[in-house]
């Protein structure tokens, strides 16, 4: 775990230096089939999120996609 959030800070932080826009993240494990896992081996969504990319960020990873969060 110590690693994975090693990983995930410097990515971070590269990502903030590439483009000043990110101002947060959202991280995502899905875990297990019945999760939405599809991949069967340890990965973590990594999603750079700006000011104003969804209409209503309240929620999360539930509205990174485009009209499948209202609910």
């Known amino acids: ?9 410097k990515s971070q932080q590269g990502i903030k230096k590439d483009d000043n826009m ?4 959202n991280i995502g494990i899905n875990d297990g089939e ?3 896992q ?12 700006r000011k104003g990319d969804v209409e209503k960020p309240r929620g999360g990873v539930r509205h990174v996609i485009s009209l499948e969060g209202s609910y």
């Open 1 to 9: 775990m110590n690693a994975c959030n090693l990983l995930l800070e």
């Open 22 to 25: 990110v101002e947060g993240f």
């Open 34 to 36: 019945v999760a939405g």
């Open 38 to 49: 599809s991949v069967f081996h340890c990965h973590i969504h990594l999603i750079p999120r």
